[in-house]
């Protein structure tokens, strides 16, 4: 079983795309098979060596690896259709020498005029066939004057052509309604349907998954096949991703390419757990399950035909929960960037890098992704006390009964670093054993001069963490974070106008 990706590197690979990829990788590695990456490049204007490099790093982030590709050597390439110009022109030559193709000098105002007319009497656009019958005698005649003419594939007339489905099952189509297509352009590049068959067939491609648009593809791409002398693959389309409005997901419903998914940080196990239950089931309850086994249960004949809907929501579950499940280590590494963007670190050292890993306990469990942990611990970094007093939630909190004298107490009872657990809570005891305060009288007090902030992560994780952070030596190339017992005298003094 050989199957295979074929992305144009003319912009960023969209979710939609990944999915596709990511079903044809389940399928190849479910069966032992072979996963091939195909450049399709003939697009000179648009395609671009930093698009395909860009599309390369976002499947390897998904983890989807090939076995054969650009980069990879294979016995079937080379894997950029712009290296494999050659065997176009030798099987374009081949089609006409068959009289399965021909030139065609029809000129773009006349194709257009003939489009419009077609379309005004109700009719579907096909190309007319005003060249199908020219001699060879006109066509060379033509061409040694300097025309410069498109090849056309000779649909035959008056055939259906049909295929099954692995997706939707038998689908026929008139060979009335098809039209001859360009195969080769006037500047020598294939068309993409004539360039795929010829690289599936040379390629061995046994499967071919891709999206419904290619659906009325697949007719003209099948006569090719038979025309070449070729075996076709089995085909399977996939229904396009929606967005939760059940339009094609676009811009307006947030991010669609792998790198925005990246740079807001969802996991890439995340989002490929997600991807895969996009109009498919493993079967069962379960839903969070490693790629491994969903190539395991992966049946592409068990994919929906109906369109799949993107839900945020969930990915953002799914997210959630890989987060917790990956080591602190792992998670540093991948927030270290945020926090290098809000300044909370300047460099990425490797005992900054273990301060990072230690706060991430007090904020996988309350964010979706991976950008939103720098502002859950802000508090640690970023602490002023004038401010938090100049915020209203603060203002109520100071309003509690016996507020203030905790507050007093509070810079008083704080005799040394508070480096865990054992020994916020005994310093919580004396300042509860002061002052007569418990529960909320005494915890929103200390939260609000500590922390700066009305509400948090639990205050025995929190209060540690600013001081192990206080203490770590300028090396460590974390901002500067003031101690929990500069904070607390600070606080008092600003509740006190001093």
Not at 209 to 232: C, K, V, W
Not at 233 to 253: E, I, N, Q
Not at 369 to 377: M, Y
Not at 485 to 494: M, P, Q, W
Request: glycine residues 8%.
């Amino acid at each position: 079983m050989r199957l295979r990706f074929a992305p144009s590197p003319t912009g960023q690979l969209h979710v939609g795309n990944a999915r596709t990829a990511l079903f044809n990788w389940l399928l190849a590695h479910g069966k032992d098979g072979t996963f091939i990456l195909r450049i399709e490049d003939t697009d000179a204007e648009r395609s671009t060596r930093q698009s395909e490099t860009t599309i390369l790093e976002d499947l390897r982030w998904l983890g989807l690896d090939w076995d054969e590709g650009p980069d990879v050597e294979g016995p079937h390439g080379p894997y950029r259709q712009s290296e494999r110009l050659h065997l176009y022109a030798s099987y374009a030559n081949e089609l006409i020498a068959g009289d399965h193709a021909y030139y065609c000098f029809c000129s773009p105002q006349q194709l257009d005029a003939e489009r419009r007319a077609l379309l005004a009497a109700g009719k579907p656009p096909r190309y007319g066939g005003t060249c199908r019958n020219l001699s060879r005698d006109e066509t060379a005649r033509r061409m040694e004057a300097g025309e410069r003419p498109v090849i056309r594939f000779r649909v035959p007339e008056g055939v259906d052509v049909a295929f099954d489905d692995l997706v939707r099952g038998d689908v026929t189509f008139s060979s009335e309604v098809i039209g001859d297509p360009v195969i080769v352009r006037s500047d020598g590049r294939p068309a993409y349907n004539f360039a795929v068959v010829v690289d599936d067939a040379l390629m061995e491609i046994t499967h071919v998954i891709r999206g419904e648009d290619h659906i009325s593809n697949t007719p003209r791409q099948l006569l090719m096949y038979q025309a070449l002398g070729f075996t076709p693959p089995s085909f399977a389309h996939l229904s396009l991703v929606m967005g939760p409005d059940h339009t094609p997901l676009s811009k307006r419903h947030g991010a669609t390419s792998v790198a925005e998914f990246r740079d807001r940080g969802y996991l890439p196990e995340a989002l490929v757990n997600y991807l895969a239950l996009i109009g498919w089931s493993p079967g069962g309850d379960e839903e969070l399950l490693p790629v491994d086994e969903l190539a395991r249960r992966f049946n592409v004949e068990d994919v929906s035909h109906s369109a799949g809907v993107f839900d945020p929501e969930k990915l953002a579950w799914m997210n959630r929960h890989y987060m917790k499940a990956a080591a602190p280590g792992r998670l540093a590494a991948e927030t270290a960037r945020y926090f290098l963007r809000h300044g909370f670190i300047q460099q990425r050292t490797p005992e900054g890098m273990d301060y990072l890993a230690s706060l991430l306990t007090m904020a996988v469990g309350s964010v979706d992704r991976l950008e939103e942990i720098p502002d859950r611990v802000r508090f640690v970094f970023d602490y002023d006390a004038s401010a938090a007093l100049a915020r209203p939630e603060i203002d109520g909190v100071l309003h509690e009964p016996g507020a203030c004298e905790v507050v007093a107490a509070l810079a008083d009872e704080i005799n040394g670093p508070l480096l865990d657990r054992e020994s916020f809570r005994a310093m919580a005891n004396r300042v509860k054993e002061r002052t007569g305060q418990k529960g909320k009288g005494l915890f929103h007090p200390i939260r609000a001069a500590l922390t700066g902030e009305s509400g948090g992560p639990e205050l025995d994780l929190a209060v540690p963490a600013i001081d192990r952070g206080a203490g770590l030596p300028a090396s460590a190339r974390v901002a500067r974070i003031t101690s929990c017992s500069e904070r607390a005298v600070t606080f008092a003094k600003a509740v006190h106008g001093e």
